[in-house]
Structures are given as structure tokens and as C-alpha cells.
């Protein structure tokens, strides 16, 4: 029966639920189908609900005890829910990162013996099973998927298409599977004969065929490779499709994740199930869950992407006949399916599918997919890593140096984050998060953590060191944010330390007194001045990291945090061996203009409020002197505004330019704003700087992974740290480059100077999701039209008719400006909230003061 209309097909199913609930008892009546498309064809008979069951695992490299009781308390877990299928993450038994372990016998060796004892228990009986581990077949290694059921391997089934890049090397361990769509016998490893009595197991490409359906795999990078197996599985008739994932984190990667899995399915139709590693597994990567069942391009089951739990399992039942009718309506597709080459498929005699109930065996109902704000995620991210590595270390707690500005505090957020999922992970009665807590905590007599503040008391440990340069201000802020987290916070001065340092140099050298700049002292005593604070301040970090425990008398040994972000280091704006260099660091991969944007997140949902004002002062180091004149900022030290280095980052690394093809982006970008020769002198400081510091990224501080423009030398980015710091060839070009743009471009308007207007490109940037110029933002959010969008209703004025409406004349170098004559002006013109409580503020430095990044200046404010 065809219906007309879609309020007639809701009729009917209304009708049909009220009938089939009636109807419940009765486990023999089932519908097929149920598929109804803005009131389309209902079809009465016999469903194929098969219950399925994907999982999240905290797996850990080479903890092959701790692996495989992870696994078998997933496939319980699963058979318990009524599955008839699970799947499990990408190298389950021994963690995806064992990386040069996998070169080692014995990971594959261990592995099999932890596939024996899965088999040997009762976990495979009635429910299929899909677990990932390393095969060696005929002397080549492969990444496999194994599926068992009943005691039995049923089909090893390799990888056809490695991850080789970006933090991946599957290549340097592992060969893909080359022969497509063809099968051979794989002789079974003897601890594996000894438990099922098979001597042999079908090896390659092809699927397991039920009585009732056929099922095949994917494996991680195969989703995202241009001919993705799953097309040719689908076309080939193949309805459910597994992928056992090792996906890290990164910085708004769910949504291209979930998007890839949503076109296969509404392309070609089935069911796609997505298992995923979660967690620390040992190294720089949080791989962040996110288990996921889709139908026909809908999402019908979703796993948490941030937890502390250790086994999460994801279950849904489905419809496998609505993929059958799905797919029967698409004419090209079954044109297309017509003539597509068979893959070879393993029948077994097994049901996936159970008889429809209305209690628990009906199909579930499409979801809205759930995604974190990148502050969330910036939040949640770093602080489950930083949970399991603490744990996993057998350490006691963090210590971390808080300085009060930008970078530092957003760690110590960061772990007061860890201590609030801890203690609600305690609350829901998390039994491993329980015994975790318990031990690091040092908590006795039954007492568990109760509250997130007096947790962080026991497992924060923060040190401000100050000297002679440093400022009441940022001395206050640190005391006041730890006092908000619950840390224990120590407060010392460490210019002792820095003098003793001073006298031995002057008892070397007699007659040599190293100066400041700003009391007359070159540029080398300035820069050795600053580097002896920043070291001492490293030395003393990991002094009181050791002894602080048994000053407290508490058994142990803190990590040190480090708080160096992505942006810094790419232009080596920091100090080899100072407190960038720590344990570990949760910040070391994501860029200043998120942070930012995190610390206003953070004031308003972590109920740190002190956040908000450390993200309203301007970045120092405060390692040179504060006059009158002279306050030291950040971005006048380094040339360049953090909005600018993360444009830089990303044409380098993304868009892989090198400063010719950057130069040339950036004219485009820019046009209208900077001239040619303005654009080419920052191309030019940005490569001489970063060369000259390339060497400092060898010595990075272990950080979280969550930018992909990061310049972590030792894994991600790849290059020479000894360059030719004057790129003379390349420098060259640029020059002869800017002699022929300079002709053509016009000269920049004030508008766009003054960042009134966006440039074309920065217009262009909120519609743009593919490479190109426009899409190479600096990771700042833009609204429509094109103008830096922030949260909390928080937006940049960027103009000089309101400085000079204040009294500020930007283009003189010592105006001075009244704090209450700037609320004054600000609130007639509906403008409120300074950003900094400064009385009077002098010099260049009132642009800083008042949230201006760059030159020509700008002001923040918040828009009631």
C-alpha cells in the first residue's frame, strides 16, 4: 500500500506500535522492513534483528595481562547485552603502540597465547568475535583481524592499506596484504592447535558468510583511503562491516571520522560498526573511543570520545532488512553491484539475527551525533591522558610550575579537570578509577575522594619562583587559581639562587657585570640573564619534584608538568632546558590562540574564575626588568603575534610550504591588508627564526598530540635541525617575487590595516573545509563574515578611531591613558569590561594592557 502524504505513514506507525505492543508476549510475530519513508511501503513478516556490540578499550602497550583481561571483560560485557557480534580496537591483545616491539617474536608470540585463552574459556560461545593482533605469515608480519566463534577461529582476515604518516609508521613494522580478493591457508600456531584442534585457518581477503547475513572487515586507515574496501564489500552484497580502530585524538577530528562513516553507509547502505582504542596506550597519542553504530548513514549508537573508564561497550540492534530495501531502491547502485568482482567469503553455519521482541530486541532509533566544543576537548583530552599516565607511571602526583600567565595555568586547569572526572568516575562507583584514586591519593580507612579540591590537595603540588622581576600580579594570580583547584601551592623566590649564579660568573671573569638591556646591557648579557632564571627554575622544578613527598611524609615521587604550547615551540621561543622541559606536557600541542579560548571556557564551566583574568593579561616571561617605560611582552620578543605564528605552522606543515610558496599563500591571504614586501619581511622572520631554533625541538618535552601542524621533531615532524639560517636562494626568489606583485597589488586600505574588515580570503575561510589559502586559518573561529568569532558573546573591536577616541595616540610612542576615562568612553559606546585592572597605564605597553595583539593596535572588549 502506498501512502500520500507523511501525516498518514506517522498514523500507521502509530497504529503499528500500539498493535505490536499489544502483541508483546508473543515473540513468533515480527515485522520486516518497518521501512517507512515520509509515509512509504510497510511490508509485514519476519525481521533480521541482529544485536550488535562494538567497544572502547584503555588498552597499554605490551601489558598483555592487563590487554587481554580489558578484552574478555568487553566480549562478557557484550554477550551479556544479547550480542551475536562484537568487534574490538586495532591491535587489541597487544596495544597498538608497541611500534619496534612488533619487530619482536615474542609481541606476536604473547598475543597468540592471549588469543588461547579466549578461546579455551566459554567467552566465544554464541557470540562471533572480531580481534585485532599481529600475524606473521610466511615471514611477512600483518596487522589482522581474527574472527572466532565457539571455540573456533573462523577467518584471519590482514590489513590491505597502512597508516604511514603523520604520527603513523605501520610500514616500518608491518606489509599490507597485496593479493585483493584472494585466500590462502594459514598454519595455526601451536597454542592455538592445542585449544581448538584446528590445524589450519582461511588467510586474506574475504568474509565470513552467515546463514543469515554476511559480515567483513575494515581496518583503521581503510576508511579514509580514496577506494575504501567497504565499497566493494558493500556492492558485493556484504551488509555488516567491522572496523577495528587505533585512532588518536586531535583537535576536531571526530567530525571527519563520523562524517566518512556516515557517507559510506548512506552511499551504499549498511551497517558500519566502529571499535576504537581509548586512552594513554604509553605514548604521545590519547586515542579518544568514540564507539559507533550506523545504519544507512544514520547514527544509531555513540560512545563517550572522553572517559576514565577502562571498558566501555557500545550495543544496538538493527534492521538488516532495511539495508536490503535501502539498497533495492537505488538504481545505480544495483547496476553497479551487478558487475562487481565477488570476494571470496567463508561460510558458516551460524544466525546472527534473533526473532523481534518489543522488550529488548527491537531496532534501535537514530541519534544526534554528540561533539565536544574544541575547549571541551582541549580540557577532556589532555586531562584523561594526564590520568593515565599518572597511573600507569606508578607516581604519586604532578608538580607543576605555575607562573601565573597564560600557558601554565591552563595546565594546572587541565588537571584540576583530571581531578573532577576522577571523583565523578567515584561516584558512579568506577572500580578501577576507585583503587587508582585510592593508591595515588594516599587515602586510608575506606576514605575515597570526595570532592575534586581535596583530591587535587593530594596530587597537585604548584610552585611559583619568583625573582626580582617578577610582578605582585602574576604572583597573585598563581596563589589564587591554585587556592580554586585545591592545589598545594608553595610561593618562592628563587633570586638567590640567581645571584650565587651572578657571583661565580663575576669571581671567573673580574671586571665583567652582566646588564640588562634596559639598563644598558647588550643583547647577549640580556638573553644569558633571562636563561639563567629559566634554567634554575627547571633544576629546582625537579628538586622539590623528588623530595616534596617525603617533605610531606607520603610515599612516592611527583612527574613534572611542563606548559610550553605548539606555537612557541615552532618558533623556538623558549629557553633549552628551562621549565618547557619537564616529564610530560599536556599543552605542548595545541596553539596559543586555543588556549586563550580555553581559559575564558574554562573560568565559566570548571569554576576557576581566576582563568578569565589570566587570559585578560598579556603574555610575559617576566624574566627582564619592569620600568616606567619597559614592560616585556611576548609578542614584541618574538616579532610576531601568536595569531600570525599559527598561520605560519600551518602552511608549513599542512600546506608544506616552504617560504617561497608561503610567501606567495600569504599574499593572497593578506591582500588588501599587507603590502608584498610587508608580507615577504614576515616570511622572512618567521624562517629565520625557526631555523636558527629548530634545534630545540630535539629536546621537546614528551606532549600530548593534538595539533597537526605540531614541530615535535622526534616522531611527527621530520626534519633537519642545522639549517641555513639565510635561506639565500629561497630569500631571493621572494625578493624578485615581491618587485613583480608589487606593480599589480594596490595599496592595503585602513580597513583592512585595522582589522576592521576581513580580508577576501578570511571571508572566504567559514565556507572553506578543503585545502587551499582560505581554509589555512591560524585555528581562530570566524563568523560569517569572516571576523574572529569567540564564545561567551566575546568578540575583538579592532580600531583606531576608539583608541583615539580614549586619548591614545597609537602613533606616539609614550601617551598615556586613564583606566577610568577608557570606561567612561567605552560605556557610552555600549563597551564594557577591561581586560586588565591597571590604574595608568604607559607607553607602547598600553596596547598590551588592553588585550592589543599587534601594531597597528587593537583593543578587546565584550559585547553586552
Known amino acids: 500500500m502506498k501512502l500520500g502524504g507523511q501525516s498518514n505513514g506517522g498514523i500507521i506507525c502509530l497504529f503499528v506500535c500500539w498493535f505490536v505492543s499489544g502483541l508483546r508476549a508473543c515473540e513468533q510475530f515480527c515485522f520486516v522492513d518497518c521501512f517507512c519513508e515520509f509515509g512509504g511501503l510497510w511490508r509485514v513478516g519476519k525481521m533480521r534483528v541482529v544485536k550488535l556490540a562494538t567497544c572502547s578499550l584503555n588498552q597499554w602497550a605490551m601489558d598483555f595481562e592487563g590487554n587481554l583481561a580489558r578484552t574478555k571483560q568487553s566480549i562478557r560485557e557484550a554477550r551479556n547485552a544479547g550480542a551475536t557480534f562484537r568487534v574490538g580496537p586495532e591491535l587489541e591483545l597487544c596495544g597498538y603502540g608497541c611500534e619496534d616491539h612488533f619487530l619482536e617474536g615474542d609481541t606476536l608470540k604473547h598475543s597468540w597465547e592471549c588469543m588461547a585463552e579466549i578461546l579455551a574459556s566459554d567467552l566465544t560461545n554464541g557470540i562471533v568475535c572480531d580481534i585485532g593482533l599481529p600475524v606473521e605469515e610466511c615471514g611477512v608480519r600483518y596487522n589482522c583481524r581474527a574472527y572466532c566463534l565457539d571455540g573456533q577461529i573462523l577467518l584471519v582476515r590482514p590489513k590491505l592499506y597502512l597508516a604511514n604518516d603523520g604520527n603513523y609508521r605501520e610500514l616500518r613494522w608491518f606489509s ?16 592455538i592447535r592445542e585449544v581448538t584442534g584446528q590445524e589450519t585457518v582461511p588467510f586474506g581477503d574475504g568474509y565470513l558468510s552467515f546463514e543469515d547475513t554476511g559480515v567483513a572487515s575494515e581496518t583503521c586507515e581503510e576508511l579514509f583511503t580514496p577506494s575504501a574496501p567497504h565499497i566493494g564489500l558493500s556492492l558485493g552484497g556484504v551488509e555488516i562491516i567491522a572496523n577495528g580502530s587505533g ?13 566518512l562513516m556516515q557517507s559510506a553507509t548512506s552511499k551504499c547502505g549498511g551497517v558500519y560498526m566502529y571499535a576504537n582504542q581509548q586512552g594513554c596506550d604509553g605514548g604521545r597519542l590519547y586515542y579518544d573511543g568514540c564507539a559507533c553504530i550506523m545504519v544507512n548513514g544514520d547514527v544509531v549508537a555513540q560512545g563517550s570520545q572522553f572517559s576514565m573508564k577502562d571498558v566501555e561497550v557500545v550495543t544496538a540492534c538493527v534492521d538488516l ?27 558458516v553455519k551460524f544466525k546472527l539475527s534473533r526473532p523481534m521482541n518489543m522488550a529488548n530486541h527491537f531496532p534501535s532509533l537514530p541519534i544526534k551525533v554528540r561533539y565536544h566544543d574544541p575547549y571541551e576537548e582541549i580540557a577532556l583530552g589532555p586531562a584523561c591522558w594526564l590520568w593515565d599516565y599518572l597511573r600507569r607511571s606508578g607516581a604519586t602526583g604532578y608538580l607543576l610550575p605555575l607562573s601565573g600567565g597564560a600557558d601554565s595555568s591552563s595546565v594546572a586547569a587541565i588537571v584540576g579537570c583530571m581531578c573532577q572526572l576522577v571523583v565523578k568516575a567515584v561516584r558512579e562507583g568506577d572500580k578501577q578509577v576507585i583503587a587508582d584514586a585510592i593508591r595515588m591519593g594516599n587515602y586510608r580507612n575506606d ?66 657585570k652582566l646588564r640588562y638591556k634596559v639598563h644598558g646591557g647588550t643583547q647577549t648579557e640580556n638573553l644569558a640573564l633571562q636563561n639563567i632564571q629559566a634554567r634554575i627554575r627547571m633544576v629546582i622544578a625537579f628538586m622539590l619534584a623528588s623530595l616534596m613527598p617525603w617533605v610531606r611524609s607520603k610515599p612516592g615521587f611527583l612527574l613534572v608538568l611542563g606548559s610550553a604550547n ?23 600541542g595545541i596553539s596559543k590562540g586555543d588556549i586563550r579560548a580555553f581559559l575564558r571556557w574554562g573560568a565559566l564551566n570548571l569554576g576557576y574564575g581566576t582563568l578569565a583574568e589570566v587570559e585578560g593579561a598579556p603574555p610575559t616571561a617576566e624574566l627582564e626588568p619592569i620600568t616606567v617605560k619597559y614592560t616585556q611582552t611576548d609578542e614584541i620578543d618574538m616579532g610576531m603575534t601568536y595569531e600570525e605564528l599559527g598561520m605560519y605552522g600551518r602552511l608549513r606543515k599542512i600546506f608544506r610550504c616552504g617560504p617561497v610558496s608561503m610567501f606567495e599563500n600569504l599574499c593572497i591571504r593578506w591582500h588588501g591588508r599587507l603590502t608584498p614586501a610587508e608580507v615577504a619581511q614576515k616570511v622572512k622572520d618567521f624562517f629565520k627564526y625557526y631555523s636558527i631554533n629548530r634545534h630545540k625541538m630535539t629536546t621537546l618535552t614528551p606532549s600530548y598530540h593534538a595539533e597537526n601542524y605540531s614541530p615535535e621533531d622526534n616522531r611527527y615532524d621530520l626534519r ?43 571571508a572566504a575561510a567559514p565556507n572553506s573545509t578543503g585545502l587551499g589559502v582560505p581554509a589555512a586559518s591560524s585555528g581562530i573561529r570566524r563568523d560569517s563574515k569572516g571576523l574572529p568569532a569567540e564564545p561567551v558573546q566575546t568578540r575583538r573591536i579592532n580600531t583606531e578611531a576608539i583608541l583615539s577616541g580614549c586619548g591614545v595616540n597609537p602613533r606616539k610612542n609614550m601617551t598615556k591613558l586613564s583606566l577610568q576615562r577608557f570606561k567612561a568612553i567605552t560605556n557610552r559606546n555600549n563597551l564594557v569590561k577591561i581586560r586588565a585592572p591597571y590604574a ?10 588592553l588585550g592589543i595583539k599587534m601594531w597597528p593596535p587593537r583593543i578587546s572588549v565584550a559585547i553586552l
Open 247 to 259: 585512532s588518536h585524538h586531535q583537535l576536531r577530528k571526530l567530525n571527519t571520522r563520523i562524517e
Open 720 to 762: 633537519q635541525f642545522l639549517y641555513n639560517t639565510r635561506w639565500p636562494w629561497q630569500f631571493r626568489r621572494i625578493d624578485q617575487l615581491v618587485d613583480k606583485y608589487e606593480t599589480s597589488m594596490p595599496e592595503p586600505l585602513t580597513e583592512f590595516r585595522q582589522h576592521m574588515q576581513p580580508t577576501a580570503a578570511e
Open 321 to 347: 532488512d532495511a539495508v536490503s530495501s535501502f539498497r533495492g531502491t537505488i538504481s545505480s547502485l544495483r547496476e553497479q553491484a551487478s558487475q562487481e568482482p565477488r570476494t571470496p567469503s567463508i561460510a
Open 447 to 512: 576514605e575515597v575522594p570526595e570532592s575534586a579540591d581535596e583530591f587535587a590537595q593530594r596530587l597537585l603540588h604548584t610552585v611559583y619562583m619568583g625573582t626580582e622581576n617578577s610582578s605582585h600580579a602574576t604572583r597573585d594570580r598563581a596563589k589564587r587559581l591554585a587556592g580554586e583547584i585545591g592545589a598545594s601551592h608553595l610561593n618562592v623566590n628563587i633570586d638567590v639562587v640567581v645571584k650565587a649564579l651572578l657571583t661565580l660568573f663575576e669571581s671567573v671573569f673580574p671586571g665583567r
Open 566 to 588: 605548539v606555537d612557541e615551540g615552532l618558533r623556538g621561543y623558549l629557553t633549552k632546558y628551562d621549565c618547557s622541559s619537564a616529564d610530560i606536557n599536556p599543552i605542548g
Open 176 to 191: 599490507s596484504w597485496k593479493r585483493l580478493r584472494e585466500l590462502e591457508t594459514y598454519q595455526l600456531p601451536e597454542c
Open 840 to 849: 595608568q597605564i604607559h607607553g607602547p605597553t598600553a596596547f598590551h594592557h
